[in-house]
């Protein structure tokens, strides 16, 4: 239970437990990530479907698969799973997430297991999954390596780990901290620090010495002129996400 304390970051906790309340609206804090879902969400349901050879044609490809979602926050990311037909737990450290994600499961009608919990806390009590998403977190714990270590045990053998993050670059700093932040009003300032970002070997690294095999890795790229994000297997100067599997 040692690790389990050393890797939530308290500053970073308090930081998304005081915008809670704003995690639907997507005119509010959280704008960003609504903008961005519907990438993410491709790239996760491809890689899924690719791993357990599911057909995304069907009205629940999903089903009979248990996933995780770490860092939750109001449940953006759960829900969708969810409604794919995975059994899915939804974990964050801020309190103050869990009732918004719960009530807002209830609201739509879905069965989502919401807990105020680390990931260690999970994998201390033995639980495993076939998916563990980690995405847009680990920039935000304090220790990276030990992080990625407690997903490993998280999934069981044949399965997927997804992760997004920000890469670390001048580019990154200019369009995620100075661009993001301070310009065009999207987060809160100190949301972020640049300090935090993990570039993709170094994501591929730390999921290799925690077990995992790298499988894919692709850019989420946004264009300011159609004013959407798309997925890019060349551009991952920012945001970025990979897949590992667990052999």
């Known amino acids: ?14 930081k998304f437990e005081a915008m809670a309340a704003e995690w639907w609206d997507p005119n509010g804090k959280f704008k960003p990530l609504h903008m961005l879902n519907p990438c993410r969400l491709d790239y996760l ?5 690719t791993q357990f050879n599911r057909d995304l044609t069907g009205t629940r490809p999903f089903e009979g698969l248990r996933l995780l979602d770490i860092g939750c926050g109001g ?29 807002h499961a209830e609201q739509s009608g879905l069965e989502i297991d919401y807990r105020c919990c680390a990931a260690e806390d999970l994998a201390a009590a033995g639980e495993t999954f076939d998916v ?34 920000l890469n670390r670059n001048p580019k990154s700093y200019m369009m995620a901290i100075f ?9 809160p300032v ?5 300090s935090k970002f993990i570039t993709p070997d170094e994501l591929y690294e730390l999921s ?40």
């Open 1 to 14: 239970m040692a690790e389990a304390a050393n890797s939530i970051d308290p500053d970073e906790v308090a």
């Open 45 to 49: 349901t491809g890689q899924i479907a």
């Open 75 to 103: 449940g953006l990311l759960s829900e969708p799973m969810a409604r794919l037909g995975a059994d899915v737990v939804g974990a964050d450290a801020a309190s103050g997430n869990i009732p918004v994600a719960q009530l």
């Open 132 to 165: 563990v998403l980690a995405m847009e977190i680990i920039e935000h714990v304090s220790h990276p390596q030990g992080f990625a270590d407690t997903i490993s045990q998280l999934l069981k053998p044949g399965g997927v780990m997804i992760c997004s993050t």
């Open 179 to 187: 661009g993001a932040e301070r310009v065009m009003r999207w987060l």
């Open 190 to 194: 100190g949301t972020h620090e640049w």
């Open 208 to 247: 290799r010495k925690a077990g995992l095999l790298p499988v894919d890795r692709r850019g989420m790229v946004f264009n300011p002129l159609s004013w959407r994000w798309s997925l890019s297997e060349r551009d991952l100067s920012v945001n970025y996400a990979i897949a590992a599997v667990k052999p």
